[in-house]
């Protein structure tokens, strides 16, 4: 399968949102990773629903909101009415994650489950066969621009093997200090959706995409 690229507005210049938009819409097979943060379950306050309503009206692109919130399923009506297409949540926010994943999908929306470094796959492995991505954080959640914890290499080729193995479908997204570099070990290890926050936004676009470009064409 061809990797999606889903850049994290997280890092985007927000005086100029929509000239940061187009940029992932030049992207091929690209979503909106929307990191929603309440600065309680992280340490630092992100943006919410009416940014998340008027990035809508500008582009088709899937959008792909991580929640990293108290409360997480007070925000799962709002989201959809925003036009968000996938919801995220943490393992370590909820005792119901099943209860949680059954809300999600009833609005019609797919769901993803997201693992803290810290935190094993064994945690969440009862719950795979129900969720339609597994979010791995390879940094500490609540900031773009943390260099990748290299253990996470492990986690996504454990992420990959239990899905092969109980023939499960759920994709391996890979979120924090994805670069160029990093990306390559991610997609050997097996992860099918790259988050980019600062490398996509804080570099030259034309030199970010030339080296997407190249990624994709080294076929993985
Ligand atoms: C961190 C967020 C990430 C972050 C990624 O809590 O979930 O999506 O924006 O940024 P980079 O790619 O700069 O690590
Ligand atoms: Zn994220």
């Known amino acids: 399968m061809k990797f999606i690229i889903a850049p994290s507005i997280l890092a985007a210049d927000f005086a100029h949102l929509s000239r940061e938009i187009d940029k992932i819409q030049q992207m091929p097979n690209s979503w909106v990773h929307l990191d929603i943060m309440d600065a309680h379950f992280v340490p630092n306050l992100s943006f919410g629903v009416p940014v998340i309503k008027s990035i809508r009206s500008i582009t088709p692109l899937p959008f792909d909101a991580h929640l990293m919130v108290d409360n997480p399923e007070f925000f799962f009506s709002p989201l959809k009415d925003a036009g968000v297409n996938y919801i995220t949540f943490h393992i370590e926010q909820t005792n119901v994650p099943l209860k949680l994943i059954r809300k999600i999908k009833n609005l019609g929306l797919k769901a993803g489950i997201s693992l ?45 093997e239990i899905r092969e193995s109980k023939k499960l479908h759920y994709l391996i997204s890979v979120d924090g200090g994805i670069n160029n570099k990093t990306a390559v070990d991610v997609l050997k290890a097996g992860a099918d959706i790259l ?19 190249k990624l994709i064409e080294s076929n993985f």
Do not use: C, H, R
């Not at 936004?201 to 997407?212: C, H, L, T, W």
């Open 195 to 213: 988050v980019m926050g600062s490398y996509f936004f804080k570099n030259p676009f034309k030199v970010v995409k030339a080296q997407i470009e």
């Open 116 to 160: 803290k470094p810290a935190t094993p796959i064994s945690e969440v492995e009862n719950i795979l066969p129900y969720v339609d991505i597994l979010l791995v954080m390879s940094v500490e959640p609540g900031f773009s621009g943390q260099k990748f914890i290299n253990s996470s290499l492990q986690k996504i080729e454990k992420a990959k």
